[in-house]
């Protein structure tokens, strides 16, 4: 986790969002840090449950987030967080449509994901950046409460589910794929990108040769 998420959370959180509730968070395993013990242990949820697709520290379920409908119900819970996630999944749309939908109305999400500008990161994949413009479409069904772009390249974001929610159509946007290096509203795998991109992306920018490469050609083949 990266330290300017830690800084959006405690700017952000207000502790009687989730005081006595029900919070979810998708993508829980500990890697570099969490924003679990800092609300455990300010703002006292009712219960919290971790979930990810590996087993690790802070993980309660092991699921995919395409799953979480199917697995908790439709709006089980009070807040849902995910931090430094988005990028990886692929299918994204079915994604933020599980995530909306577990939320209950009146609940807030907290997100945290990656813009166009940082580099290549795969754990175990990296198809995507967002954009604050893309967050406003994206979450265009939600009540913005706070948005933003800071100093390490991530977008960040806290939404409110409004009462009276109606899913907005997510299959016109289009995001950045980090596979065909522009945007594109299909869903596309590294098999997909054509040759130049395909090396650049196995041979530079998946590898610890990356740290021995100028920033400019960290730029150019792997952002």
Same mark, same amino acid.
């Given at each position: 986790m990266h330290v300017a998420v830690l800084d959006f959370f405690m700017r952000t959180v207000n502790c009687e969002e989730f005081n006595?509730? #029900?919070v979810l968070e998708v993508g829980s395993k500990f890697v570099n840090g969490s924003? #679990? +013990?800092l609300i455990e242990r300010f703002c006292? +949820?009712?219960?919290?449950?971790?979930?990810d697709i590996e087993p690790g520290r802070y993980v309660d379920v092991i699921l995919p987030a395409e799953k979480l409908i199917e697995y908790f119900g439709i709006e089980s819970f009070d807040v849902v967080i995910s931090t430094e996630v988005m990028e990886h999944v692929f299918n994204w749309r %079915?994604?933020?449509n599980n995530i909306k939908s577990v939320?209950? #109305?009146?609940?807030?999400i907290y997100l945290t994901t990656r813009s166009r500008g940082f580099p290549y990161h795969a754990a175990s994949h990296d198809y995507w950046r967002y954009e604050t413009n893309d967050m406003v479409r994206i979450f265009r069904d939600f009540k913005m409460v706070r948005l933003e772009v800071d100093w390490e390249y991530p977008g960040v974001l806290k939404a409110k589910k409004p009462i009276n929610w109606? +899913?907005?159509d997510l299959n016109n946007i289009a995001l950045y794929s980090m596979m065909l290096g522009k945007r594109t509203k299909e869903?596309?795998?590294? !098999?997909?990108a054509p040759l130049a #991109?395909?090396? !650049?992306?196995?041979? %530079?920018c998946s590898t610890r040769l990356r740290w021995l490469l100028p920033g400019t050609i960290i730029r150019k083949y792997c952002t």
């Open positions: 006595g509730k #029900r924003v #679990r +013990p006292q +949820p009712k219960e919290y449950i971790g979930v %079915l994604i933020i939320l209950k #109305r009146g609940g807030f109606i +899913p907005t869903l596309v795998t590294l !098999s997909d #991109r395909k090396i !650049s992306i196995i041979l %530079l």
